[in-house]
């Protein structure tokens, strides 16, 4: 049974720092992984999605990493903004049934 | 439509009463996903449809919940003799492809329907 875990649960940093967020998914059997923002009460946003046969994709601020052989992906954030406070929730979708599963996300906080 | 449009946004409700929710994916969307999030929690599974075939409903979490999308568009979940653990939001979210990798496509989410049962 795939499992998506995030750590850290929280983290509360300065404004304009880089930050690193972690996903890690125990089988690596997946189509592709995407990141999430979601602002309190209300839908998820999607962020990046990076394909099983993708490394990175990058937007704007963000770049995400895939290391599916180890289970792994990185969300960075860089120059971070009061703007970025959100929790963030990383999500793989399964080739075995096709379910897209979701972690328990990572609710970050930018001090200005 | 132009997003996911989910309703009820918010019902309240007695145990043991039914609940409907529906909804209305993005026009031309094949996959339709329903989730239910408690506060803290990501995104849990509860069951999808390509079209109108229902393709997983393992996350079902009792034969009380139940899910249809007749027409291959607008889906309903419907509970019956909600009980107060079912209390949560619910969240909808459709892609265009019946597999997400096929095409450089996204999930996109509704505002979800938070029910509360009293």
């Known amino acids: 049974k795939q499992e998506v875990t995030q750590i850290p649960a929280a983290l509360s940093v300065p404004e304009g720092e880089n930050l690193v967020l972690n996903c890690s998914f125990t089988?690596?059997?997946?189509?592709?992984l995407q990141w999430f923002r979601q602002d309190p009460g209300k839908g998820l946003t999607s962020l990046l999605l990076?394909?099983?046969?993708?490394r990175e994709q990058t937007s704007g601020r963000l770049n995400a990493s895939l290391d599916k052989s180890s289970g792994r992906s990185t969300l960075y954030i860089a120059a971070s903004q009061p703007g970025d406070s959100a929790t963030y929730l990383c999500?793989?979708?399964?080739?075995?049934?096709?379910?897209?599963?979701f972690g328990p996300g990572t609710s970050l906080s930018v001090i200005p | 439509g132009a997003g996911v449009s989910q309703s009820p946004r918010y019902k309240v409700t007695k145990r043991g009463q039914d609940v409907a929710l529906r909804c209305d994916p993005i026009s031309g969307h094949v996959s339709l996903y329903w989730y239910r999030q408690a506060l803290g929690q990501g995104p849990e599974f509860l069951t999808y449809f390509n079209y109108e075939a229902q393709q997983d409903k393992s996350g079902l979490p009792n034969d009380r919940f139940s899910a249809e999308r007749p027409e291959g568009s607008i889906s309903t979940l419907t509970i019956q003799r909600t009980e107060q653990r079912d209390s949560a939001m619910y969240r909808c979210?459709?892609?265009?492809?019946?597999?997400?990798?096929?095409?450089?496509?996204?999930?996109?989410f509704g505002e979800g329907s938070r029910l509360t049962v009293l």
């Open positions: 979210a459709s892609s265009l492809s019946p597999r997400l990798a096929e095409i450089t496509g996204e999930l996109f």
């Open positions: 999500a793989v979708e399964e080739t075995s049934y096709d379910k897209v599963i």
């Open positions: 089988d690596s059997a997946i189509y592709n």
């Open positions: 990076i394909q099983s046969s993708q």
